[in-house]
Protein backbone atom coordinates (compact mmCIF):
# COMPACT_ATOMS: atom_id res chain seq x y z
CA UNK A 1 0.00 0.00 0.00
CA UNK A 2 0.92 3.69 -0.35
CA UNK A 3 1.79 5.29 2.67
CA UNK A 4 1.01 8.68 2.66
CA UNK A 5 2.60 11.08 5.38
CA UNK A 6 1.96 14.86 6.14
CA UNK A 7 3.46 17.63 8.19
CA UNK A 8 2.74 19.29 10.43
CA UNK A 9 0.43 17.28 12.63
CA UNK A 10 -1.08 20.63 13.70
CA UNK A 11 -0.46 24.19 13.37
CA UNK A 12 -2.15 27.73 14.67
CA UNK A 13 -1.65 30.78 12.30
CA UNK A 14 -3.15 34.70 12.35
CA UNK A 15 -5.97 35.46 10.10
CA UNK A 16 -3.76 36.74 6.88
CA UNK A 17 -1.04 34.24 7.26
CA UNK A 18 0.05 32.04 4.60
CA UNK A 19 -0.09 28.54 5.19
CA UNK A 20 1.81 25.28 3.64
CA UNK A 21 1.18 21.78 4.29
CA UNK A 22 3.31 19.26 2.39
CA UNK A 23 2.20 15.87 1.63
CA UNK A 24 5.01 13.27 1.09
CA UNK A 25 4.04 9.45 -0.78
CA UNK A 26 5.83 6.47 -0.41
CA UNK A 27 6.21 6.11 -4.19
CA UNK A 28 5.60 7.80 -7.53
CA UNK A 29 1.85 8.52 -7.53
CA UNK A 30 2.37 10.63 -10.45
CA UNK A 31 -0.18 13.92 -10.16
CA UNK A 32 -3.06 11.93 -9.05
CA UNK A 33 -3.32 13.50 -5.31
CA UNK A 34 -6.50 14.91 -4.05
CA UNK A 35 -6.74 17.76 -0.66
CA UNK A 36 -9.68 17.68 1.23
CA UNK A 37 -10.92 19.71 3.72
CA UNK A 38 -13.09 18.65 6.70
CA UNK A 39 -14.98 19.98 9.43
CA UNK A 40 -16.84 18.78 12.39
CA UNK A 41 -20.16 17.57 11.28
CA UNK A 42 -19.65 17.98 7.89
CA UNK A 43 -19.32 15.94 4.87
CA UNK A 44 -15.58 16.30 3.72
CA UNK A 45 -15.42 18.77 1.21
CA UNK A 46 -12.66 18.17 -1.94
CA UNK A 47 -10.33 21.44 -2.86
CA UNK A 48 -7.88 20.21 -4.85
CA UNK A 49 -7.67 17.56 -7.26
CA UNK A 50 -4.89 16.29 -10.10
CA UNK A 51 -2.31 17.61 -7.25
CA UNK A 52 -2.81 21.23 -8.39
CA UNK A 53 -6.44 21.74 -9.87
CA UNK A 54 -8.85 23.81 -7.90
CA UNK A 55 -12.34 22.38 -7.62
CA UNK A 56 -15.53 24.50 -9.05
CA UNK A 57 -16.48 26.64 -6.48
CA UNK A 58 -13.42 27.02 -4.14
CA UNK A 59 -11.71 29.98 -3.30
CA UNK A 60 -8.88 30.99 -5.33
CA UNK A 61 -6.50 31.31 -2.00
CA UNK A 62 -5.81 27.55 -1.90
CA UNK A 63 -3.37 26.35 -4.01
CA UNK A 64 -1.52 23.13 -4.63
CA UNK A 65 1.75 21.88 -6.59
CA UNK A 66 3.86 18.85 -6.64
CA UNK A 67 4.23 15.56 -8.55
CA UNK A 68 5.76 12.08 -7.52
CA UNK A 69 6.25 11.89 -4.27
CA UNK A 70 6.66 15.21 -2.45
CA UNK A 71 3.06 17.65 -2.93
CA UNK A 72 2.39 20.76 -1.28
CA UNK A 73 -0.62 22.45 -0.19
CA UNK A 74 -1.13 26.33 0.62
CA UNK A 75 -3.83 28.80 1.82
CA UNK A 76 -2.11 32.42 0.79
CA UNK A 77 -4.17 34.11 3.55
CA UNK A 78 -5.90 32.14 6.43
CA UNK A 79 -9.75 33.06 6.59
CA UNK A 80 -11.62 32.20 10.10
CA UNK A 81 -13.60 29.83 8.21
CA UNK A 82 -10.51 28.00 7.14
CA UNK A 83 -10.50 26.49 10.66
CA UNK A 84 -10.27 22.61 9.58
CA UNK A 85 -8.57 19.24 9.32
CA UNK A 86 -7.05 18.99 5.70
CA UNK A 87 -6.23 15.62 4.47
CA UNK A 88 -4.04 14.53 1.03
CA UNK A 89 -5.32 11.61 -0.94
CA UNK A 90 -3.62 9.67 -3.23
CA UNK A 91 -6.19 7.89 -6.18
CA UNK A 92 -3.11 6.39 -8.41
CA UNK A 93 -3.54 2.70 -6.50
CA UNK A 94 -5.74 1.32 -4.70
CA UNK A 95 -6.49 1.49 -1.97
CA UNK A 96 -6.63 5.22 -1.94
CA UNK A 97 -4.87 6.03 1.04
CA UNK A 98 -5.36 9.26 2.86
CA UNK A 99 -2.53 10.85 4.90
CA UNK A 100 -2.92 11.50 8.57
CA UNK A 101 -4.62 14.91 8.79
CA UNK A 102 -3.46 18.79 9.56
CA UNK A 103 -5.26 20.56 11.82
CA UNK A 104 -5.36 24.30 11.20
CA UNK A 105 -6.20 26.77 13.93
CA UNK A 106 -6.55 30.34 14.26
CA UNK B 1 -28.92 20.45 -6.01
CA UNK B 2 -26.33 17.68 -6.68
CA UNK B 3 -26.43 15.82 -3.24
CA UNK B 4 -25.62 12.20 -1.74
CA UNK B 5 -27.68 11.44 1.57
CA UNK B 6 -26.40 7.97 3.46
CA UNK B 7 -28.81 6.07 6.00
CA UNK B 8 -29.23 2.87 7.82
CA UNK B 9 -26.53 3.63 10.74
CA UNK B 10 -27.30 3.08 14.16
CA UNK B 11 -26.07 0.66 17.27
CA UNK B 12 -25.01 -2.65 16.39
CA UNK B 13 -23.42 -5.70 18.74
CA UNK B 14 -20.51 -6.80 17.77
CA UNK B 15 -20.81 -9.63 15.09
CA UNK B 16 -23.63 -7.85 13.63
CA UNK B 17 -24.84 -6.80 10.43
CA UNK B 18 -26.00 -3.35 9.16
CA UNK B 19 -27.13 -2.24 5.68
CA UNK B 20 -25.96 1.56 4.77
CA UNK B 21 -27.43 3.13 1.65
CA UNK B 22 -26.80 5.87 -0.21
CA UNK B 23 -29.21 7.60 -2.35
CA UNK B 24 -28.33 10.21 -5.21
CA UNK B 25 -30.15 13.48 -6.22
CA UNK B 26 -29.32 15.76 -8.66
CA UNK B 27 -27.75 13.61 -11.18
CA UNK B 28 -27.45 10.33 -12.46
CA UNK B 29 -24.90 7.79 -10.39
CA UNK B 30 -25.22 5.67 -13.12
CA UNK B 31 -22.33 7.38 -14.78
CA UNK B 32 -20.15 7.64 -11.68
CA UNK B 33 -17.28 5.55 -9.75
CA UNK B 34 -18.33 5.51 -6.60
CA UNK B 35 -16.65 5.05 -2.88
CA UNK B 36 -17.22 4.78 0.69
CA UNK B 37 -14.83 6.30 3.61
CA UNK B 38 -15.17 5.91 7.05
CA UNK B 39 -13.77 7.99 9.88
CA UNK B 40 -13.39 6.46 13.31
CA UNK B 41 -14.29 8.39 16.32
CA UNK B 42 -10.75 10.91 16.75
CA UNK B 43 -9.13 9.50 13.45
CA UNK B 44 -8.55 10.59 10.05
CA UNK B 45 -10.22 9.29 7.16
CA UNK B 46 -9.96 5.76 5.83
CA UNK B 47 -11.52 4.66 2.28
CA UNK B 48 -12.98 1.58 2.26
CA UNK B 49 -14.62 0.70 -0.96
CA UNK B 50 -14.83 1.66 -4.62
CA UNK B 51 -17.49 0.06 -7.35
CA UNK B 52 -17.02 1.68 -10.94
CA UNK B 53 -20.14 2.79 -12.91
CA UNK B 54 -21.54 -0.42 -13.99
CA UNK B 55 -20.44 -2.50 -10.92
CA UNK B 56 -18.16 -4.64 -12.98
CA UNK B 57 -15.12 -3.15 -10.80
CA UNK B 58 -15.50 -3.47 -7.12
CA UNK B 59 -12.22 -3.21 -5.24
CA UNK B 60 -12.11 -3.08 -0.69
CA UNK B 61 -9.67 -2.22 2.00
CA UNK B 62 -7.76 -5.17 3.61
CA UNK B 63 -9.26 -3.85 6.26
CA UNK B 64 -13.11 -4.67 5.15
CA UNK B 65 -12.24 -7.48 2.98
CA UNK B 66 -14.73 -10.71 3.47
CA UNK B 67 -17.07 -8.66 5.73
CA UNK B 68 -18.64 -5.46 3.47
CA UNK B 69 -20.04 -5.78 0.42
CA UNK B 70 -20.84 -2.58 -1.97
CA UNK B 71 -23.42 -2.81 -4.56
CA UNK B 72 -25.40 -0.81 -6.41
CA UNK B 73 -28.35 0.05 -7.75
CA UNK B 74 -28.34 2.70 -10.93
CA UNK B 75 -32.24 2.27 -11.67
CA UNK B 76 -32.69 3.37 -7.71
CA UNK B 77 -29.54 6.01 -8.22
CA UNK B 78 -28.77 4.33 -5.30
CA UNK B 79 -25.69 2.29 -3.52
CA UNK B 80 -25.11 -0.25 -0.59
CA UNK B 81 -22.95 -1.43 1.70
CA UNK B 82 -23.70 -4.50 3.46
CA UNK B 83 -21.65 -5.14 6.60
CA UNK B 84 -21.74 -8.38 8.59
CA UNK B 85 -19.38 -9.62 11.47
CA UNK B 86 -18.99 -6.16 12.72
CA UNK B 87 -16.17 -5.43 15.47
CA UNK B 88 -15.99 -2.49 17.97
CA UNK B 89 -12.93 -0.94 15.33
CA UNK B 90 -15.89 -0.67 12.88
CA UNK B 91 -17.15 2.10 15.01
CA UNK B 92 -16.82 5.54 12.48
CA UNK B 93 -19.14 7.68 10.15
CA UNK B 94 -19.62 6.18 7.29
CA UNK B 95 -19.72 8.45 3.70
CA UNK B 96 -20.47 7.67 0.03
CA UNK B 97 -19.06 9.72 -2.37
CA UNK B 98 -18.91 10.31 -5.85
CA UNK B 99 -15.40 9.34 -6.93
CA UNK B 100 -13.83 12.03 -4.44
CA UNK B 101 -16.17 15.14 -5.61
CA UNK B 102 -19.36 15.13 -3.97
CA UNK B 103 -19.71 13.88 -0.58
CA UNK B 104 -22.75 12.88 1.56
CA UNK B 105 -22.37 14.09 5.45
CA UNK B 106 -22.03 10.28 7.08
CA UNK B 107 -24.22 7.64 9.05
CA UNK B 108 -23.06 6.81 11.83
CA UNK B 109 -22.54 3.40 12.88
CA UNK B 110 -21.36 2.02 16.71
CA UNK B 111 -20.60 -1.46 17.19
CA UNK B 112 -20.79 -2.12 21.09
CA UNK B 113 -21.87 -4.55 23.68
Known amino acids: DIQMTQSPSSLSASVGDRVTITCQASQDIKKYLNWFQLKPGKAPKLLIYDASNLETGVPSRFSGSGSATHFTFTISSLQPEDVATYYCQQYDYIPKTFGPGTKVDI | EVQLVESGGGLVQPGGSLRLSCVAS????????MNWVRQAPGKGLEWISY????????HYADSVKGRLTVSRDNAKNSLYLQMKTLRVEDTAVYYC??????WGNGTTVIVSS
Open chain 2, 51 to 58: ISSSGSII
Open chain 2, 26 to 33: GFSISSYG
Open chain 2, 97 to 102: ARREDV
